[in-house]
């Protein structure tokens, strides 16, 4: 069980536990007066649990694939503040959006499996969860576009040495990257993750940079700053 200030996040059953990247996503994703929000392959549930405690007017919707980290994801729900704004749907988002076809979004968030073509887990939950190709990301994108509200759009962490192949594949589907923050470990380190955001509309591009540590095992004042209103110790 991982205590938040305003909620509670049991990991039970989840292949996938919490982590810095979801974190990040949930406390930098800019969900300012999007009533409608999408959060796909949500697992435990923290990125949707933090976004509902950040827009107070925020519909969530989370789908997560596997079974088990669906029903711990309604667990969380239920037991939150939040649990009126929040829904859990067991099934893949390909699905979901087949299903849902007139269903529309402000904003879609997703942290992604980013291993591209990597060596598989052993673990065939993990190896779900933590795995992917690139019919993944074509996916994503593609309907993603579709179920997004005119002035929509689509935030995503991944790793940096994918991104320009996102970028790619998110423009043949007329989503445009319109903002990036670029998160290294410490100041002046290379980036290891893009968080990006996605719109039908091309924009004037804005990147910012953020790092997560001050020093080894010590948290910048930017990352305590963003995550003070959920971490305990913060």
Do not use: W
Not at 57 to 73: H, L, Q
Not at 149 to 162: K, R, V
Not at 167 to 186: C, D
């Amino acid at each position: 069980m991982f205590s938040f200030k305003q909620f509670s996040v049991s990991q039970e059953n989840c292949p996938l536990k919490i982590n810095t990247d979801g974190v990040l996503l949930a406390a930098l994703a800019n969900v300012t007066n999007n009533l409608n929000i999408l959060d796909i392959g949500t697992g435990t549930g923290v990125i949707a649990l933090m976004l509902a405690q950040r827009n107070p007017i925020g519909i969530i919707d989370a789908v997560e694939i596997d079974a088990e980290a669906t029903k711990t994801a309604e667990h969380n729900f239920n037991n939150s503040p939040f649990k009126n704004r929040l829904k859990a749907f067991n099934q893949s988002f390909q699905n979901y959006f087949t299903q849902n076809p007139t269903k529309f979004y402000d904003k879609i968030v997703t942290n992604p499996p980013f291993f591209i073509d990597a060596l598989k887990s052993k673990e065939a939950k993990k190896n779900l969860a933590r795995h992917t190709n690139t019919h993944f990301f074509h996916d994503l994108f593609a309907l993603s576009a579709k179920q997004l509200n005119s002035n929509g759009s689509i935030e995503i962490i991944i790793p940096t040495q994918i991104e320009n192949l996102i970028v790619t594949i998110a423009h043949t589907n007329q989503l445009y990257v319109n903002a990036k923050i670029s998160i290294s470990s410490f100041a002046g380190g290379k980036p290891i993750r893009s968080l990006l955001n996605f719109g039908k509309t091309e924009m004037p591009f804005c990147e910012t940079f953020f790092n997560i540590y001050e020093a080894q095992g010590i948290p910048s004042l930017a990352y305590k700053t963003v995550l003070k209103d959920f971490f305990i110790n913060f």
